[in-house]
């Protein structure tokens, strides 16, 4: 966690709160946090998988390092020989299926607010018809 993330958050921090920040150090730690974000995502997964391998988390580790040492220059030529060809040949058919899923949420979210709101208006009616058979009852 220090080494793929805290580290590499405070040299962004550090980067950012410089009067004039150098626009490829900027690009530099998004293509990381681009490249850091997908292989989580892709760790959530697959992590059933390979977590048993021997030395898997020692290999973790040497890829984040890999990633942000300037000197390796690891982020770079991932994310331009993998990464962005990868999603430049699959953009297309990304970009589809997450209209799709902001339709399926949205529609989801929709129908369980109206869920919501008719549970909410029963026990309501239900509250008020106690509350006046109380009062009539007195």
């Known amino acids: 966690m220090i080494f793929g993330y805290a580290y590499p958050a405070y040299e962004c921090f550090k980067?950012?709160?410089?009067?004039?920040?150098?626009?490829?150090?900027?690009?530099?730690?998004?293509?990381?946090?681009?490249?850091?974000?997908?292989l989580t995502v892709s760790e959530r997964i697959g992590d059933v998988f390979f977590s048993w391998l021997p030395l898997y988390s020692e290999?973790?580790?040497?890829?984040?390092?890999?990633?942000?040492s300037s000197k390796m220059k690891g982020t770079k030529y991932v994310y331009s020989c993998f990464f962005?060809?990868?999603?430049?040949?699959h953009e297309?058919?990304?970009?589809?299926r997450i209209f799709e899923?902001?339709?399926?949420?949205?529609?989801?979210a929709v129908l369980y607010w109206k869920k919501a709101l008719m549970i909410s208006q029963?026990?309501?009616?239900?509250?008020?018809?106690?509350?006046?058979?109380?009062?009539?009852g007195s």
């Open 15 to 38: 980067i950012t709160e410089k009067n004039n920040p150098e626009i490829d150090q900027l690009l530099s730690w998004c293509h990381y946090w681009i490249l850091v974000a997908m």
């Open 59 to 68: 290999a973790k580790l040497a890829l984040f390092i890999y990633l942000w």
């Open 84 to 89: 962005k060809p990868f999603m430049a040949k």
């Open 92 to 96: 297309a058919e990304i970009d589809r």
């Open 101 to 108: 899923m902001r339709t399926k949420a949205g529609n989801f």
């Open 122 to 136: 029963a026990r309501f009616l239900e509250i008020l018809q106690k509350a006046s058979s109380y009062e009539s």
